[in-house]
């Protein structure tokens, strides 16, 4: 049974009843009345001893089932127990990663740019070039760089205006060509708990498929993962990988950062790595795909089709969720039209409705991962 935690009122209420009791066991002649005053009352000498001692035995019962919360893994919700938990199940926290991208720096025709030109955007965030060259007869070279710190502050569109930390006059300008992504900051305790509460349900198999996905979370923030079996022959596993953005949806991966997953998990013909030694990975980027419903509503109001559209994208975004019992995973799912429908009718104001496409279970391919797509309103 739930042990029920009195509130410091009834514990002020035993205390006074017993006190009362006592009193009166003491004095039989003493007027009830007067007893019960100087017990419950706010001016009662009794109540003033009363009040403060029930309000620290109460906090002392909180105290205790903040502590009994905090032994178990699952219910523990102080960031150091959290991490110590973490630690007894070997799960490491991921540190901030740098973002990665690239800049076209403009400059006179044959210029020489060395590797390390330090680079500032309007926020002050630094950047630093990772490889040099020569400018060729356009008057623009294209370099790759990197965030000077792990962070998602350092996550940039393209299209930015850059400025040098240092001066460079034969640089007359650097726009960002490919956004800077995969910056991330110190992994949050919660995804931390649901890493080693994963680690906890699913324990290592030696290179069975929830191996990899526990790997790729260990050194990135993954939105999804699918292992396919001889992904390109005998003895192969495909690893589709999705990430995440800074607002939690799905994302596809730049080059880097599955070149830093594979690093972790270990490269073909290598000896390092977590995966089995016999095991061929390779790390494959994953597809976004929109899924677009046709959907009659009733009633056919602004209201109830704003909601229908956010009931419909809180469904894709549970999709290989661990609620999800027919899919591993988000990519290569297989969605069933009922499920919509069913996504659907929990939206507020939505009486009834029909849902003409998908009208067949629809499955998507071994490197496609849902996204909301066009609502037509039939």
Known sequence: MVWKIPAASKIFARMAAAAETGILTLRPGAEITAVSRAVRSAKGVFAHF??????????????????????????????????????????????????????????????????????SSSTGVLYITTVGGTVGVSGVITLSARAQAGGADGNLEAGVKLSTVDAYPEITGVTVVTAFSGGTDDEAPESVQARYLERIREPPKGGAAPDYKAWALEVADVYAVNVVEDWIGRGSVGVVIVMKDEAGNPRVPTVEELDAIASYIGPQGSQTGVRPVTARVIMVAGELVEIPITVAPRPNTATVKAAIASAFARFVATIGDDDDEENASPIGAAIEPSRISEAISAADGEYAHDLAIPAARYVLGSKQCPIPGTITWA
Do not use: C
């Not at 035995?57 to 150091?80: N, V």
């Open 50 to 119: 009363f009040s403060p001692i029930a309000a620290e035995i109460r906090e002392l019962h909180d105290h205790q089932a903040w502590w009994g919360r905090q032994y178990m893994p699952d219910s523990a919700d102080d960031e150091a127990m959290i991490l110590r938990h973490a630690n007894i199940w070997g799960v490491q926290p991921r540190e901030a990663v740098k973002a990665v991208g690239s800049v076209a720096i403009e400059a006179a025709s044959g210029t020489i740019m060395e590797s390390g030109i330090e680079l």
